[in-house]
Structures are given as structure tokens and as C-alpha cells.
T-cell receptor
Framework: DTGVSQDPRHKITKRGQNVTFRCDPI?????LYWYRQTLGQGPEFLTY????????KSRLLSDRFSAERPKGSFSTLEIQRTEQGDSAMYLC????????????FGSGTQLSVL | GQQLNQSPQSMFIQEGEDVSMNCTSS?????WLWYKQEPGEGPVLLIA?????ELTSNGRLTAQFGITRKDSFLNISASIPSDVGIYFC??????????????FGKGTLLTVNP
């Protein structure tokens, strides 16, 4: 399977703990995106990388959130001092440079903060 | 942030029936996309539309990009049980958003009774 891969699929943590998620995009896709989805809502944009450069961050991404894509391949999203409001599905997507609007999503990481 | 209005919120139909759902916005978009999401999975791209007035089919699915660029519809003909899921519209570019990130509607939940 050469689709977008996310790990872990599920994460349960206690409030105040730090969590880190990983995304492996489709190989050779230059663009990588993180979205967040809560129950009953569509995905909401968090941040976007073109190769290793983080080009935009949403206002939804508080200073407790940090994303990296160090070598322009996989990406990590870290949430520090988690809060119950952080509970959501975190989706990663990638797209090739030529068709930037066709995003291919991974299966997501479902985060539950207790 | 910018939201797309999707209707209906949910549909419960009998197998074999045709389905129609739509998406409207107060802003124009350059691209409209339709995704399907099943429980515990990420959205899967169904159809992408690039030009106002464009009508595109993918098997039993047909979608159109509205002439005003502010709306789109998706039709599913002869529904089958595996069509069950949440259908999301998404817009990209134009006055409604940036050229590289998608704005999603809240989804239409489709249930098909065998």
C-alpha cells in the first residue's frame, strides 16, 4: 500500500501529557498537510508544508502545537500539555506539486484526552 | 472561518434509489471536490471539478461545478449498501480560500437500507 500512512491510529492520554503523531506521505509528494476533525464537522486546516518548509499555520494551531517535516519526507505533529479540547481526529494529507488541490488523506490518528 | 453549507445533513434511503446532495458558499472557489469518509477512516477523494459549469462522472457518481462558482452538487444513482458514509464537499482557491488548502462542509450522512 503506497497511500498516506499515519501512526498511531489511536492515542489515549491524560490531560497535561505530551503526544506526538507521525505521518508518512505518498512518496514524492511535495506538499503535506495536517487537518483536525471533530465529531460532526468537516476537517479543518491546521498547517501545510512544501518540502521541508512550513508555509502556513492556522490560528487553530496554538503555541502548544508544533509540526515538523525535517527532511521533506515524513512529518510529526506534537501537542504539548494536552487539554480535553484537543480530543479529535488528526488527519494528514499529501499532494504532488502539480495538482495541489487533490489531497490524499491518511486514516488519521484519533486522540482522546482524559 | 469560512464554512460551506451542505445539505441535507443526513439521508436515509432504500437500496436502488438515487441520491442528490449539494453544497453552497457565500464565496467563490476555483475548485470543488467531493470526498467520502467511512467510520474511523480518512476522507477519500471521489470527484474533482475545475471549471464553472463542469459536469463530471465517476461510475454511479456525478458532480457539477455551479456556474456562479459558489455551489456544487453530487448525485449518486442506484444506491447500494456500500455507499453508506459521510460525503463532504470541499472548496479550494478563489475568494473563499487559499490556493493550497481546502475548506470543508459539515458533511451529509448517507444511510442505505438494503
Amino acid at each position: 500500500d503506497t497511500g498516506v500512512s499515519q501512526d498511531p491510529r489511536h492515542k489515549i492520554t491524560k490531560r497535561g501529557q505530551n503526544v506526538t503523531f507521525r505521518c508518512d506521505p505518498i512518496s514524492e509528494h511535495n506538499r503535506l498537510y495536517w487537518y483536525r476533525q471533530t465529531l460532526g464537522q468537516g476537517p479543518e486546516f491546521l498547517t501545510y508544508f512544501q518540502n521541508e518548509a512550513q508555509l502556513e499555520k492556522s490560528r487553530l494551531l496554538s503555541d502548544r502545537f508544533s509540526a515538523e517535516r525535517p527532511k521533506g519526507s515524513f512529518s510529526t505533529l506534537e501537542i504539548q500539555r494536552t487539554e480535553q479540547g484537543d480530543s479529535a481526529m488528526y488527519l494528514c494529507a499529501s499532494s504532488p506539486l502539480s495538482t495541489n488541490e487533490k489531497l490524499f488523506f491518511g486514516s488519521g490518528t484519533q486522540l482522546s484526552v482524559l | 472561518g469560512q464554512q460551506l453549507n451542505q445539505s441535507p445533513q443526513s439521508m436515509f434511503i432504500q437500496e436502488g434509489e438515487d441520491v442528490s446532495m449539494n453544497c453552497t458558499s457565500s464565496s467563490i472557489f476555483n475548485t470543488w471536490l467531493w470526498y467520502k469518509q467511512e467510520p474511523g477512516e480518512g476522507p477519500v477523494l471521489l470527484i474533482a471539478l475545475y471549471k464553472a459549469g463542469e459536469l463530471t462522472s465517476n461510475g454511479r457518481l456525478t458532480a457539477q461545478f455551479g456556474i456562479t462558482r459558489k455551489d456544487s452538487f453530487l448525485n449518486i444513482s442506484a444506491s447500494i449498501p456500500s455507499d453508506v458514509g459521510i460525503y463532504f464537499c470541499a472548496g479550494e482557491g478563489g475568494s473563499g480560500g487559499s490556493n493550497y488548502k481546502l475548506t470543508f462542509g459539515k458533511g451529509t450522512l448517507l444511510t442505505v437500507n438494503p
